[in-house]
């Protein structure tokens, strides 16, 4: 069973940047493609990140350019470096996981929260 436990999220003002973690255990997420969603309070759950066995990415329209996703394979975890924070990314942040081949995530964190001010 894989656990992913997501952490880095808080408050920020505008322009701030901050750095999301989620830590994968329970097995090696190697093979596996890991993301980034977002869900906003009213809103529907939105794509932010993902970064493949190859590592190559993939990102959301509203935070291409200003967000960077990572993972570090000795570590199992993967990030979400945030920068250039607005307003509107605010929200409740949440890692999966699935493996790369397969289309649906079924591994997800239980999220974190990031609240930025103007």
């Known amino acids: 069973q894989v656990r992913l436990v997501e952490s880095g999220g808080g408050w920020a003002q505008a322009g701030d940047s901050l750095r999301l973690a989620c830590a994968a255990s329970?097995?090696?997420?190697?093979?596996?493609?890991m993301a980034w969603f977002r869900q906003a309070p009213g809103k529907d759950r939105e794509f932010v990140a993902a970064?493949?066995?190859?590592?190559?990415?993939s990102y959301g329209d509203s935070v291409r350019g200003r967000f960077t996703i990572s993972r570090d394979y000795a570590k199992n975890t993967a990030y979400l470096q945030m920068n250039s924070l607005k307003p509107e990314d605010t929200a409740d942040y949440y890692c999966?996981?699935?493996?790369?081949?397969?289309?649906?995530?079924?591994?997800w964190g239980q999220g974190t929260q990031v609240t930025v001010s103007s």
């Open positions: 999966a996981a699935k493996l790369h081949h397969t289309n649906t995530y079924p591994y």
């Open positions: 329970g097995r090696s997420l190697d093979t596996y493609v």
């Open positions: 970064i493949y066995t190859s590592s190559s990415r």
